[in-house]
Nanobody
Framework: QVDLVESGGGLVQTGGSLRLSCRVS????????MGWFRQAPGEEREFVAA????????SDAALVKGRFRISRDNAKSMLYLQMNSLKPDDTAVYYC?????????????????WGPGTQVTVSS
């Protein structure tokens, strides 16, 4: 069993920045590829970014490319999402996720474990 807990969400103005963190415990962090997803009210959960077990490969959704950056610190068992130039459309609950398979997962079904989420609200 792997436990994931997100933090760092909050209220920010358009153009502002936030850094989300995800603490992973229960199993070796390097056993898992990681991802960030988000879900706005009335919408399906959507892919934001993914990172491989080593951290050498990443992928970003087109909507966040150039503004968001995923990273991981394997020594601290931490996953991060640096979010810059935030827009009201970025408002959502952001979820951290883990998968045992190699490579990058871009779909929710490819992930085995999920955190409870952290709310990000961007005001206009």
């Amino acid at each position: 069993q792997v436990d994931l807990v997100e933090s760092g969400g909050g209220l920010v103005q358009t153009g502002g920045s936030l850094r989300l963190s995800c603490r992973v415990s229960g199993r070796p962090f390097t056993d898992y590829g990681m991802g960030w997803f988000r879900q706005a009210p009335g919408e399906e959960r959507e892919f934001v970014a993914a990172i491989s077990k080593t951290g050498l490969s990443t992928s970003d959704a087109a909507l966040v490319k150039g503004r968001f950056r995923i990273s991981r610190d394997n020594a601290k068992s931490m996953l991060y999402l640096q979010m810059n130039s935030l827009k009201p459309d970025d408002t959502a609950v952001y979820y951290c996720s883990a998968r045992s398979a190699d490579g990058l997962g871009l779909e929710t079904a490819e992930y085995d474990f999920w955190g409870p989420g952290t709310q990000v609200t961007v005001s206009s």
